[in-house]
């Protein structure tokens, strides 16, 4: 065995006993951009699929941060170990982020039993960061019961996070705007599980009759999707709702593992999701490497007219 196999063997151990040490130092080389860890991100995924993969979305300011504290307080007290992996937005100068998250979410950082990593989105659109993927493939092979993910604030169609969760809430407040604009956010694909929070302000009550009609007119377009999705009042900075929020996300992952044909829809439309968002990479990748030829060579056939695009892209996708 070479010592890089040897190496790989060692950091996969750790990771699989729960090493926090470990997970850090990998997911900044992911980060990175590192290509060496490929072989170690294949084996983690064949050793994966641990935990529940929960988004948390919602646009700026409507307290994901805050109501996700919150969540992770009632799931250690129910005994549960929770990872948090919370994307912010990113200079787009600098690519530094302030990480926010953390602050928000600062009392659970001395418990063994929470993880919690900041990822700046570095301008990625769709709400979360390239590297989601893989740190979701490192964290899902650790011994973690409930794996949170926090969008950046999203606008109407940055809707990655539906991908790579099984259960998506998504987060509404009062001063959200009227009926129209949340059609227009497209909410009723989104969310399994809608919160109205902040649910104090006077419009509250408003804000989720109208989340419930709009519920029930999704259901009356879309027959098939038999899931009912709830809309909880919480008010974060106090856990109010909170209970009831942990309770509508059980029932959903319990109507999912109910139905195993439409569980495995979803495996499989996350799969085809991750296929592409690897093999756009690798070719952004290509394309950045400096490697002219590669490119260069193709042109001229097409300035020519002798071939099509579509004949030298599926030429250079079997190259790949």
């Not at 399994?192 to 509250?204: E, F, G, I, R, T």
Request: glycine residues 10%; neutral net charge.
């Amino acid at each position: 065995m070479t010592n890089g196999a040897r190496d790989e063997n060692v950091t996969l151990e750790a990771l699989c006993r729960g090493d926090v040490r470990t997970c850090a130092r990998l997911l900044t080389r992911i980060e990175r951009g590192e290509e060496a860890v490929i072989p170690l991100l294949q084996a983690l995924y064949r050793a994966g699929g641990n935990g529940r993969v929960i988004g948390v979305t919602g646009p700026p300011g409507a307290g994901k941060s805050s109501l996700i504290s919150c969540l992770i307080g009632a799931w250690r007290r129910r005994g549960l170990r929770v990872a948090v992996l919370a994307i912010d937005p990113s200079s787009p100068f600098t690519g530094g982020a302030v990480l926010g998250d953390r602050l928000r979410m600062v009392e659970h950082g001395c418990d063994d039993g929470v993880f919690i990593r900041s990822m700046a989105s570095r301008g990625q659109l769709g709400g979360l960061a390239r590297a989601a993927g893989d740190a979701l493939t490192v964290l899902e092979a650790m011994p973690w019961d409930v794996i949170l993910v926090e969008t950046v604030g999203v606008g109407q169609n940055e809707t990655d996070i539906m991908r790579h969760a099984a259960v998506v809430v998504l987060l509404q407040t009062p001063l959200g705007g009227d009926e129209v604009q949340a059609v227009k956010a497209g909410i009723i694909e989104i969310g399994d599980v809608y919160v109205v929070n902040k649910s104090d302000h006077p419009a509250a009550d408003r804000t989720c009759r109208q989340l419930r009609e709009m519920i029930a007119r999704g259901s009356r377009l879309r027959p098939d999707r038999d899931w009912q999705p709830p809309v909880i009042k919480t008010q974060a900075h106090l856990g109010v709702g909170v209970a009831e929020l942990v309770d509508a996300i059980d029932g959903c992952f319990a109507h999912q593992n109910a139905d195993p044909e439409a569980a495995r829809r979803y495996m499989s439309d996350r799969a085809r999701h991750r296929i592409g968002e690897i093999l756009r990479d690798r070719l952004d990748r290509r394309l950045r490497s400096g490697d002219e030829g590669w490119l260069e060579g193709s042109i001229e056939p097409v300035v020519s007219r002798e071939k099509d695009p579509y004949t030298v892209v599926a030429e250079m996708l079997s190259r790949l």
